[in-house]
Every structure is written in C-alpha cells, then in structure tokens.
C-alpha cells in the first residue's frame, strides 16, 4: 500500500534484494549518516500500525525487522537519500507528549472490543502491555505521557523519565491526592471520569476535587463524550452520552476560574457545544484521545478540522488513550502527521508544544525533551 502523506517521507516498498542493497551500500558509504527515517511496507492495514519513526540504531543494523503483526514480512530503513525519498532528509520528527495514557491489567473484553472497532492487536499479558507501550512510545518519539490506572505507579518505576502520574478521584480522596501530589506522586488528576457514573461535571460531590485542583494548580483531564459502544447495557449502566456537553463544564469553571481544565476526547460527539465551550472560556484545553485510533479516519479529521479551523489549534493536545493495544500510539501519531490541512507548526503544536505550555514545562525541560531525541 503506497502512502500519499502530505509530506511524503514516507516510502511505501516491499522489501525488494535490489533495496536492500543500495541501503546497504549507502550505510556503508555513509557510516556517519544521520537521517530521520521513516520506513513503511506493503502490509496490510493492522501492520501499518507499526510504521513508525526508526530509531537512529536501526541504521546499525540496516536489516533489522520491525516487528509486524505479519513476522514473515520486515520493514527496513528507507535512507533519506535514496532515489524518489527526496523529502525524506527534511522531515525532523519532534518529541510528542502524550496526554492520556492508561495503565491498567489486560482485559480480554476490552480487547475484544478494541479490536472489534480498530482492527488493532492487543497485549495478552500485563507484562507484554507494559513493555510494548513503552517501547511504542519511545518509537514515536513520545517523551512524556501522563498515565493513569491501577499499574500506573508501577509503570512509572519502569520508566520515571518518561511517565507521569496522574489521580483518579474514586481511587483516591481529596486528602489523599492533596498528600500524594506534595509528596511529587501526583502531577495531575486524571483521568477524572464520573461520566461513567452518570455525574455532570456540575454534582456537588466533585467540587471538593475541582476546588483541590485549583488551589494546588493541578491540571485535569476530565473524560467528556464516548465510552465503548453500548456502556450502559454493559459495562457502566449509569453511564450517558447526553453527559458528553462540554456546556455542562460552564458554572465549574466559573467558580473555578484559574482551574486548568483539559477536556479528554475532545468532548466526541458533541462538536458544536465542545466549539462552544473552547470559545468562551479560552483557558480551557481538549485532548484527542481514543478518537485519534478509533473512530473512522475520515470523522477524526473532520471534528480536529473543525477545531482547527474554527481557531483553536493551539489549545488541542495529543492524547492516546492507550489501552490494551500499544500500537494505537502510532496509529494515532500518524493521522496528526498525516493530516494535509496542518501546517508544520500547527502539528508541532497538537504534537507537543500545546502540552508543553499547558504543563508548563521549563525552558530545561522542553530542551532535554529535543535533545533526548537526536541522542
Ligand atoms: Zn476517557
């Protein structure tokens, strides 16, 4: 499958001997070569997931596969300087913050259903589900994400550079979020997810957590919009979608005003209010979490397009939402590289520098993250 990306630094090729020999040639050639690479097959849809920006060691080993879920076929490094790869040399991938990130033991049932809705393979084991996210994320040049769930702490341990940690009110209590959060455990909360037990955003019993949020500057991620098909029937009865209006946050963050709300899935479906909401209170953020994966490619551009274009590009953070399947990080970093009506600087912003401002990064901070990917 030839891929037409706007900037087409991609090469789609099977591998072919007479390929494989010129990369050869040219690494030979070229020992000290520095590219940014991009590499893809002629696989099918699911293997796509697993195209992604290889890391520089791969030109140490020109003939290393990238693991696909089809092993008998290998991806191999496309050097920026072969013939019809023309772009290729210009294409600098940045570092990605990934804003909803999730930790939690395998679920057969939601891989199924995660499955059922993207055609994505999913970790069979607790082990497998940590170790393929985080070189899934490493891959994709992702240098910090803000996980959640029971394993999150425990993944942290693995990778403290790379993850921070985020409160679920339910789990936790305002004390103990308050005392976790001094302690450096806590850099925010979320997923923050009453949605799912058919709360507004409004109920009396979560202000004390807004009002903890605000006064210690935490940021929150608040789930507003799609759960898995059918929750109610299913897995969360109280849940309602009429409970995805973004306009519900309004009196919150009135009594709330320097409360530093992102809210997650961009509030899917509900575009018009979610435009809505960004526009009159402009301090407020949205993610894209899940639907950047799940939802038909079309309707994910359409609704980011929207607001894109209605002004508010600089206010959209990358999200995965990952759940059980490591390879919806790719496939949802791809679809913002691959959207034609960004400008360079407005997918650097989704990618990153959003959620750079948002988290308030320092200066040190932003260039360790560059840097950390040219090493
Ligand atoms: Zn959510």
Redesign the pocket.
Known sequence: MTHHGRRSHIQAVPPHRDDLDAIDMLVHEHPGLRADIAAACELQPVALTELEVLPTSVLASPRTPIMTPMPSLYCYAMLALLPGCATANQFTPGPVIDMHLHALPVSPENARAITEISGLSCATTDEELLTETLAALRRNGVVLALVSGDNALAWQDHAPELLWVGAQPGRETVASIRRLHQEGTYKAIA?F?PQYAGLAPGDPSLEPFFALAEELDLPVGY?MGLGPPGAAYTVAPEYRMSLSNPLLFEEVLLRHPNLRLFV??AGWPMLDEMLGLLHAHPQVYVDI??IDWALPEKEFHHYLSRLVGAGFGDRVLFGS?QMDSPAAIGVAIRRIRDADYLSAEQERAILYDNAARFLRLSDEEIALHHESLSR
Do not use: A, N
């Open positions: 997923e997810s789930h997650m899935h979490g899940v939402d």
